[in-house]
């Protein structure tokens, strides 16, 4: 069983950053990848971001390369998500995810999800 927190959403301006973080507990924390989804007002969840076991291999889609950062510490059994130059249409509630697969994470490989943190970003 894993459990996973996130924390760091608010409300931020257009332009600006923000940085999730994923607390999971159990000791096969290391033994997951790890991931990022999205899921805005009236909209089906999405992939954000995606990074392996050994935090060597990540994936990204769309209009996050480039702004978006994943990072893991697997001492700290904590998954990081780094976002610059945030938009208004990256406003959703963004979900920790852990999956045995790899970093080409399908939102039916997530064995287990946060609760979700809100992400706002303002015009």
């Known amino acids: 069983q894993v459990q996973l927190v996130e924390s760091g959403g608010g409300l931020v301006q257009a332009g600006g950053s923000l940085r999730l973080s994923c607390a999971a507990s159990g000791r096969t924390f290391s033994t997951y990848a790890m991931g990022w989804f999205r899921q805005a007002p009236g909209k089906e969840r999405e992939f954000v971001t995606a990074?392996?076991?050994?935090?060597?291999?990540?994936y990204y889609v769309g209009s996050m390369k480039g702004r978006f950062t994943i990072s893991r510490d697997n001492a700290k059994n904590t998954v990081y998500l780094q976002m610059n130059d945030l938009k208004p249409e990256d406003t959703a509630v963004y979900y920790c995810?852990?999956?045995?697969?790899?970093?080409?994470?399908?939102?039916?490989?997530?064995?287990?999800w946060g609760q979700g943190t809100q992400v706002t970003v303002s015009s």
């Open positions: 995810a852990a999956s045995k697969g790899t970093a080409s994470m399908k939102i039916h490989d997530v064995e287990y």
């Open positions: 990074i392996n076991w050994s935090g060597r291999d990540s």
